[in-house]
């Protein structure tokens, strides 16, 4: 009798173990707000991939050459990997604000039966800011927060801990005022359980433009293991 029950109780146990899948998300926005949206992609719960590419847009004074945003979800069985990227080139804003390349990519790993994803961000570029003729040097760094990879680290960090909207540039670079247009925020991350959202550019404008809002380049990233 005892051999027999034996095997059905570790089934038992097994089972629940066996039956756990990878529930993915990640998303991709190339430009949005009070313009009409484009590269934008979202993953499949079951993981896979996804990729647009948008070539020549230009509506109210907002142009840019290409944009490419991705997804990507695999999962071994023992570490589920979520990929999100995006990359523009050659973004005009209303002929007062070019720049050459923006890129991000935001990366998260969850192992089997893990609380939450190790979430990375990497791959930042805001290449070739001009403003009005002038030269903005900006140079967007993650290692703060790529030193915290989980919510809960981020809150369990011993003294001041990094807020949960933080930001991948110093405080005298992640705001710019051009007058005429608007302001301008580089590089802003909100921090969630399990999740991570990158928006490399957002544009506040003055009361006298059609557009109000925008934001360029943004990404997030996370994931959880579910049982059918």
Known sequence: MKSRVLPFLLMLVALPAAAMHHHFHAQVIAIGGDVPTAGAVALAPAGGAGNVVVEHYDTNGIRFDQATSSVLGTDDGHVAVTTAVVALRNIDILGRIQIEEITARVVGRQARGAAEAEITIDNLRLKNVVVDGRHVSLRPDAVRLNEVRTFAALRGRDGASLPLASALLDDQDQTLVVAGVGTLYFG?????????????????????????????????????????
């Open 188 to 228: 802003e991350v909100v921090v969630k359980p399990g999740e991570r959202s990158v928006t490399m550019l957002r544009i506040e404008f003055e009361p006298q433009h059609p557009i109000r809002h925008l934001t360029i380049g943004t990404l997030e990233t996370n994931g959880t293991d579910m049982f059918p």
